[in-house]
């Protein structure tokens, strides 16, 4: 039996660009997208924010590690929502499928991009900040990524080549065999 290829896992904060830097790497590198926050929409047939205000964000986040446990994460691109982190098991299943790749955005970027922060859907305590979700959430994502990539000032297709460089320089195979080449 032949070994899968691994995929790639990006985390990050909210606004730190998983989704569309994730849909521009799986285009480059050739292989498929999920977002695991619209895997979560299509299985409850809600909003995240919508299963906050009826269940509280403990329940999203029941939800949301499920969701990520079930993930094939080999040979795609997976963009998790900003709170996986937080389940460590799920997180450990998509390390053994996947390169986990940190997208590190700096607080003054975050609030530029964030601007719906109060209807995003976001896992956080009442009355929590952006820079303490920032400050709690930072040490779960350095605690994962295998790759931590600086996003400040790039912009999404920069980013692409930020995280092949760095997935290059890590010895992913698999991108070695597809990202020889731009489209």
Known sequence: MSEQQRGITLIGMPGCGKSTVGRLLAARLGLEFVDTDRVIEACTGRRLQQIIDGEGAASLRTIEQDVLGRVDAHARVVATGGSAVYADAAMRHLATASTIVHLDVGLPELEQRVTDWATRGLVRTPGQDMAELLTERSQLYRRHADIRVTCD????????????????SHGDSAVERTAASPP
């Open 153 to 168: 000032g790039l912009t999404p297709e920069q980013v692409v080549e930020h995280v092949i460089a760095a997935l290059l």
